[in-house]
C-alpha cells in the first residue's frame, strides 16, 4: 500500500510539474496513470476522486468540457458517497464541475452546482478550514484567467466571507479579496460596488500599514480611475494626486506606480480643457517612464501636484 501511494504521489507531482511548464498533454497523460494505479482501491475511492478532479480541472483548460463534465461528476459522487465526506474537497469539485457547466451554456445548472459548492464551503468552515478561502482566491484568478467572470465572482466573495471569518472583517486576506472584487466590478461598470469595494482596501490597509505607506498608491489610482469614468473630476484629481504623492515619497520611489498616475491626470485635465497642464503632466510621466527621475523632475512633480492640489482646495 505504501509503494502504491507513492507511485499515485509521484504521478500526481509530475503531472503538475508539467502542467506549470506548459505541457497540458503530458500533464493529463501524468493524470490518467495516476487514476489507473488508484482505480482498483475500495470504494469510497478518494484518491481516484481528487485525480479525476484534477483531470477535469485539466480538460476544462484545454475547452474540452464533455470530457471534463464526466471527470468532475465521477469525483462529485466518490466525495458525496463518502460515510464523512470532507466538504472541501467536495465544495472545490463542485466548484469546478458548476464551472463547465457555465462554459457549457447550462446556466440553471451551473448556478445550482455554485450553491451547493458554497454549501460545502460554509461546512468546510464550519469545521474550522481556512485552507478554503486561499483556494477559492487562487480559483478565482484562473476562472478569470480563462474568462468565466459568474464563477470567479462566486469564488472571490466566497473567499471573502471565509477569510473574515477566519481572521476578521480588517485582515489583509479581507483586503486582498476586496481588491479583486474591485477590479471585477470596474470591468462590468459597477462602479458604486467598485467604489465601495477600493474604499474598504484602502481603509483596511491604512489601518494595517499606515496612511501614508506607498503601497496604497495603486488603490488610489484605481480609485481616481474609477471617479474619471464617472466624469467627477475634482475627485478624480485628489485621488491621483495623493496617489502621485505616495509614489514619489516612497524610500524607493515606485517609478510605474508614479508614472500612471500622472499619465492618469495627465488624461483628466485634457478631459477639463486644461491643455498646457495636461500636456506637463504627460511630460513629467514620459520622464518617470524612462526613468529619469532625476532631483528636477522630483522638484517639477510636487510643484505640480502641490499647484493642483491648492486649486482644488480653492474650487
Known amino acids: 500500500m505504501a509503494l502504491l501511494d507513492l507511485t499515485w504521489h509521484c504521478y500526481m507531482d509530475l503531472a503538475s510539474a508539467a502542467f506549470y511548464a506548459g505541457h497540458t498533454d503530458q500533464a493529463i497523460q501524468m493524470l490518467e496513470k495516476a487514476a489507473q494505479t488508484v482505480a482498483h482501491l475500495a470504494a469510497p475511492n478518494q484518491r481516484l476522486a481528487e485525480t479525476l478532479n484534477c483531470m477535469g480541472v485539466l480538460y476544462s483548460h484545454q475547452q474540452r468540457f464533455l470530457r471534463a463534465e464526466k471527470c468532475l461528476r465521477q469525483a462529485v459522487e466518490i466525495f458525496e458517497s463518502s460515510p464523512q465526506p470532507d466538504p472541501s474537497k467536495l465544495a472545490i469539485a463542485r466548484f469546478n464541475l458548476a464551472a463547465v457547466w457555465e462554459a457549457l451554456g447550462r446556466s440553471s445548472e451551473a448556478a445550482e452546482g ?49 477569510h473574515e471569518q477566519a481572521s476578521g472583517p480588517e485582515s489583509w486576506e479581507a483586503a486582498v479579496c476586496h481588491d479583486k472584487m474591485a477590479e471585477w466590478y470596474l470591468a462590468e461598470n459597477r462602479y458604486a460596488e467598485a467604489e465601495a469595494s477600493l474604499l474598504r482596501v ?11 505607506d506607498p503601497e496604497l498608491a495603486r488603490h488610489y489610482r484605481r480609485l481616481g480611475e474609477l471617479y474619471a469614468l464617472q466624469n467627477k473630476y475634482p475627485e478624480a484629481d485628489r485621488m491621483l494626486a495623493h496617489a502621485a504623492r505616495l509614489s514619489l515619497a516612497s524610500a524607493a520611489p515606485r517609478v510605474r506606480q508614479l508614472s500612471q498616475s500622472l ?20 511630460q513629467l510621466a514620459d520622464r518617470v517612464g524612462n526613468s529619469r527621475l532625476d532631483d528636477e523632475a522630483r522638484k517639477d512633480i510636487l510643484e505640480t501636484i502641490q499647484w493642483l492640489t491648492a486649486y482644488l482646495d480653492r474650487g
Open 114 to 162: 455554485y450553491e451547493q459548492a458554497a454549501e460545502a464551503a460554509r461546512q468546510a468552515a464550519a469545521a474550522g478550514d481556512d485552507h478554503l478561502a486561499t483556494v477559492l482566491q487562487e480559483m478565482a484568478d484562473i476562472e478569470l484567467a480563462e474568462g468565466r467572470r459568474t464563477s470567479a465572482l462566486f469564488a472571490l466573495r466566497e473567499a471573502l466571507r471565509l
Open 202 to 212: 484602502i481603509r483596511i490597509k491604512a489601518r494595517l500599514l499606515g496612511t501614508d
Open 263 to 282: 499619465h492618469a491626470l495627465a488624461e483628466t485635465q485634457r478631459a477639463q480643457v486644461r491643455p498646457l497642464l495636461a500636456e506637463k503632466l504627460r
